[in-house]
């Protein structure tokens, strides 16, 4: 079975703050996904990566940055926390086209 | 901008009726149109979609797409109360790696 862990369920942290948020996947997938989940909005794509090093924006990446220096492990960095982030966010990984694998979620509370 | 509109935005059903879900988008090319399922936290994949005209059927859900009016439908028969989740859709663009998803339709089965 594919996994994608997310480190974390639940964090509560404060403005201004440096927030990482990590995520690793067990099947050798290529691309690696952040999105954010808010009632009435969906999910919207934060930023992707399609390979080691390499990322893309989506369609919401004021504020975030992304880091992928190994194939199984993508990182979401929260530059400086702020209250509009207070969200759930989903990682999820596909091995090129087809089904993605979502985590479990971080639900992220910035106070 | 490529846009993938769900209806309705929510449904209330009782156990034993049969729901049909909507999904339609505004990409002008893709490779794909999936459904997922989401209970309480990470997405559960249902079906991925390639062709139209073509039904996929898992026990009492199906789904079908048409290239050509630019949508998709999920069928739900007799359901259950287990069936209670959000329904999300989500295309995947030619020449792109990413996923573009709908806000998701919210149901709820009452015994």
């Known amino acids: 079975d594919v996994k994608v862990t997310q480190s974390s369920r639940y964090l509560v942290k404060r403005t201004g703050e440096k927030v990482f948020l990590e995520c690793v996947q067990d099947?050798?997938?290529?691309?690696m996904f952040w999105y954010r989940q808010d009632p009435g909005l969906g999910l919207r794509l934060i930023y992707f990566s399609y390979d080691v090093k390499m990322k893309e924006k989506g369609d919401i990446p004021e504020g975030y940055s992304v880091s992928r220096e190994k194939k199984e492990r993508f990182s979401l960095i929260l530059e400086s926390a702020s209250t509009n982030q207070t969200s759930m966010y989903l990682c999820?990984?596909?091995?090129?086209?087809?089904?993605?694998?979502f985590g479990q979620g971080t639900r992220l509370t910035v106070v | 901008e490529d846009k993938v509109v769900q209806s309705p935005l929510s449904l209330v059903v009782h156990e034993g009726d049969t729901v049909t879900l909507n999904c339609s988008y505004e990409v002008t090319n893709f490779r794909s149109l999936l459904w997922y399922k989401q209970e309480k936290k990470a997405p559960t994949f249902l079906f991925m979609l390639t062709s139209s005209g073509i039904e996929k059927k898992s026990g009492r859900l199906s789904s079908i797409l048409d290239k050509k009016e630019l949508f998709s439908i999920l069928n739900i028969t007799a359901t259950q109360t287990g069936d209670s989740a959000v329904y999300l859709c989500?295309?995947?663009?030619?020449?792109?790696?990413?996923?573009?998803f709908g806000t998701g339709t919210r149901l709820k089965v009452l015994a």
């Open positions: 999820a990984s596909s091995p090129g086209t087809g089904e993605a694998f």
């Open positions: 989500a295309w995947e663009p030619s020449g792109t790696y990413k996923y573009i």
């Open positions: 099947m050798d997938h290529e691309n």
